[in-house]
Each structure stands twice: as structure tokens, then as C-alpha cells.
């Protein structure tokens, strides 16, 4: 079955970076779309990122653009997702994402705190 492992969260100070991990397995990961999303306490989920099949272009959420990179490395099945110059309204869940199979699939997260 398909199965999303995040990791790389952490608490960081603001201007920090972090790179959060997402290990695949259980589909065809080089031929999936996979998103990045998020989750700040008591705000609804949030689209941040996708990687689109058929090439390696990315989009992002505005408030992302020149400071996240979303990339991924078909030979480990990992979806990355680089964050730089990080803000406290960056602090969330995050989660990678894919449609597969007929269905929507996430893995468990992790927490991401900006905080001085």
C-alpha cells in the first residue's frame, strides 16, 4: 500500500533553513505528482508546493516563491523540500501528498516551529 514517511522538522529560529524529507513507496514514485502541504494550529490545510510529472517543474504557494524548492530523487523515491529564510508564519504540520490509486494519501507530518 502506499506509504509516506515525512521527516526533517524541527524548531528553528526566524531566517533559518530547514530540508524536510518524504520516503515513498507503494506506487510508481518518478510518475506521481507529489505536493507539499501544511497545517498551522487552528487554520485549515494549506497547499504549499508541487512537483509535476513529466519533467522537474515545481509550483508554490506566493508567499513560498525564492524561498522554498520542492525537488525530487527518483533513485531514493524522496520528495524534498527545501526551506530558506524561514518566518513564524511558516510554523505548521507539514505533510507530502499524491493521489493514487483513486485516493488522496498522506503520511503522519512533522512539525516545523519558527520561533525567536
Known amino acids: 500500500q502506499v506509504q509516506l514517511v515525512e521527516s526533517g522538522g524541527d524548531m528553528v529560529h526566524p531566517g533559518e533553513s530547514l530540508r524536510l524529507s518524504c520516503e515513498a513507496s507503494?506506487?510508481?514514485?518518478?510518475?506521481?505528482?507529489m505536493s507539499w502541504v501544511r497545517q498551522a494550529p487552528g487554520k485549515e490545510l494549506e497547499w504549499v508546493s508541487s512537483?509535476?510529472?513529466?519533467?522537474?517543474?515545481?509550483t508554490y504557494i506566493d508567499n513560498a516563491k525564492g524561498r522554498f524548492t520542492t525537488y525530487k530523487d527518483n533513485s531514493k523515491n524522496t520528495l524534498y523540500l527545501q526551506m530558506n529564510n524561514l518566518t513564524p508564519e511558516d510554523t505548521a504540520r507539514y505533510y507530502c501528498l499524491v493521489n493514487a490509486f483513486g485516493k488522496q494519501e498522506r503520511g503522519q507530518g512533522t512539525q516545523v516551529t519558527v520561533s525567536s
Open positions: 512537483f509535476n510529472t513529466g519533467g522537474t517543474s515545481s
Open positions: 507503494g506506487f510508481d514514485f518518478a510518475n506521481y505528482r
